[in-house]
Nanobody, 115 residues
Framework: QVQLVESGGGSVQAGGSLRLSCVAS????????MGWYRQAPGKQRELVAA???????NYADSLKGRFTISGDNAKMTVYLQMNSLKPEDTAVYYC?????????WGQGTQVTVSS
Protein backbone atom coordinates (compact mmCIF):
# COMPACT_ATOMS: atom_id res chain seq x y z
CA GLN A 1 0.00 0.00 0.00
CA VAL A 2 1.40 3.36 -1.04
CA GLN A 3 1.42 6.14 1.53
CA LEU A 4 2.57 9.73 1.14
CA VAL A 5 3.42 11.60 4.32
CA GLU A 6 3.88 15.35 4.26
CA SER A 7 5.52 17.48 6.92
CA GLY A 8 6.78 21.00 7.42
CA GLY A 9 3.58 23.00 7.29
CA GLY A 10 2.65 25.52 9.93
CA SER A 11 2.03 29.17 10.64
CA VAL A 12 4.43 31.92 9.63
CA GLN A 13 4.37 35.67 9.24
CA ALA A 14 4.47 37.28 5.82
CA GLY A 15 7.99 37.31 4.46
CA GLY A 16 8.91 34.11 6.27
CA SER A 17 9.90 30.72 4.91
CA LEU A 18 8.79 27.13 5.24
CA ARG A 19 10.10 23.88 3.80
CA LEU A 20 7.67 21.11 3.04
CA SER A 21 8.75 17.49 2.77
CA CYS A 22 6.93 14.48 1.40
CA VAL A 23 8.11 10.90 1.67
CA ALA A 24 6.39 8.04 -0.10
CA SER A 25 6.41 4.47 1.09
CA UNK A 26 5.25 1.34 -0.64
CA UNK A 27 5.64 0.25 -4.22
CA UNK A 28 5.13 2.89 -6.90
CA UNK A 29 5.70 1.53 -10.36
CA UNK A 30 7.70 3.87 -12.56
CA UNK A 31 7.46 7.35 -11.05
CA UNK A 32 6.98 9.83 -13.87
CA UNK A 33 6.88 12.91 -11.71
CA MET A 34 6.43 14.42 -8.28
CA GLY A 35 4.84 17.67 -7.34
CA TRP A 36 3.02 19.95 -4.98
CA TYR A 37 -0.50 21.33 -5.26
CA ARG A 38 -2.44 23.60 -2.98
CA GLN A 39 -6.05 24.36 -2.22
CA ALA A 40 -7.21 27.52 -0.51
CA PRO A 41 -10.68 27.75 1.08
CA GLY A 42 -13.35 28.12 -1.57
CA LYS A 43 -10.90 27.60 -4.41
CA GLN A 44 -9.93 24.74 -6.66
CA ARG A 45 -6.77 22.74 -6.14
CA GLU A 46 -3.97 24.25 -8.20
CA LEU A 47 -0.49 23.26 -9.25
CA VAL A 48 2.34 24.81 -7.26
CA ALA A 49 5.32 23.03 -8.78
CA ALA A 50 6.16 19.71 -10.37
CA UNK A 51 9.34 17.90 -11.28
CA UNK A 52 9.38 15.22 -13.95
CA UNK A 53 11.60 12.16 -13.88
CA UNK A 54 13.52 13.80 -16.73
CA UNK A 55 14.37 16.67 -14.39
CA UNK A 56 12.07 19.16 -16.09
CA UNK A 57 10.52 21.51 -13.55
CA ASN A 58 7.30 23.44 -13.90
CA TYR A 59 6.14 26.21 -11.57
CA ALA A 60 2.93 28.14 -11.35
CA ASP A 61 3.78 31.46 -12.97
CA SER A 62 2.83 33.46 -9.90
CA LEU A 63 5.24 31.50 -7.70
CA LYS A 64 8.39 31.56 -9.78
CA GLY A 65 11.31 32.98 -7.87
CA ARG A 66 9.81 32.36 -4.43
CA PHE A 67 9.24 28.59 -4.38
CA THR A 68 11.76 25.86 -5.22
CA ILE A 69 10.94 22.21 -5.74
CA SER A 70 13.46 19.42 -5.46
CA GLY A 71 13.21 15.69 -5.23
CA ASP A 72 14.77 12.29 -5.44
CA ASN A 73 12.93 9.57 -7.36
CA ALA A 74 15.02 6.79 -5.87
CA LYS A 75 14.28 7.95 -2.33
CA MET A 76 10.67 8.79 -3.26
CA THR A 77 11.03 12.16 -1.62
CA VAL A 78 10.01 15.61 -2.76
CA TYR A 79 10.58 18.97 -1.11
CA LEU A 80 9.16 22.45 -1.52
CA GLN A 81 11.14 25.41 -0.25
CA MET A 82 8.86 28.41 0.13
CA ASN A 83 10.37 31.86 0.66
CA SER A 84 8.93 35.36 0.93
CA LEU A 85 5.58 33.89 1.88
CA LYS A 86 2.46 35.99 1.44
CA PRO A 87 -0.97 35.73 3.06
CA GLU A 88 -2.36 34.57 -0.27
CA ASP A 89 -0.12 31.50 -0.02
CA THR A 90 -2.33 30.27 2.81
CA ALA A 91 -3.72 26.88 1.78
CA VAL A 92 -3.55 23.16 2.32
CA TYR A 93 -0.56 21.84 0.41
CA TYR A 94 -0.70 18.35 -1.08
CA CYS A 95 2.15 16.32 -2.49
CA UNK A 96 1.56 14.23 -5.55
CA UNK A 97 3.40 11.31 -7.12
CA UNK A 98 2.52 10.43 -10.68
CA UNK A 99 3.19 6.94 -11.96
CA UNK A 100 2.42 5.33 -15.28
CA UNK A 101 -0.62 3.76 -13.62
CA UNK A 102 -2.16 6.41 -11.38
CA UNK A 103 -1.67 9.48 -9.20
CA UNK A 104 -1.00 9.27 -5.49
CA TRP A 105 -1.80 12.03 -3.02
CA GLY A 106 -0.74 12.94 0.47
CA GLN A 107 -3.20 13.92 3.17
CA GLY A 108 -2.23 17.58 2.98
CA THR A 109 -0.43 19.95 5.28
CA GLN A 110 -1.76 23.36 6.31
CA VAL A 111 0.28 26.46 5.59
CA THR A 112 -0.98 29.68 7.14
CA VAL A 113 0.68 33.02 6.44
CA SER A 114 -0.35 35.99 8.55
CA SER A 115 0.12 39.62 7.60
Amino acid sequence: QVQLVESGGGSVQAGGSLRLSCVASGNIFRINGMGWYRQAPGKQRELVAAIASSGFINYADSLKGRFTISGDNAKMTVYLQMNSLKPEDTAVYYCNFRSSVRDYWGQGTQVTVSS
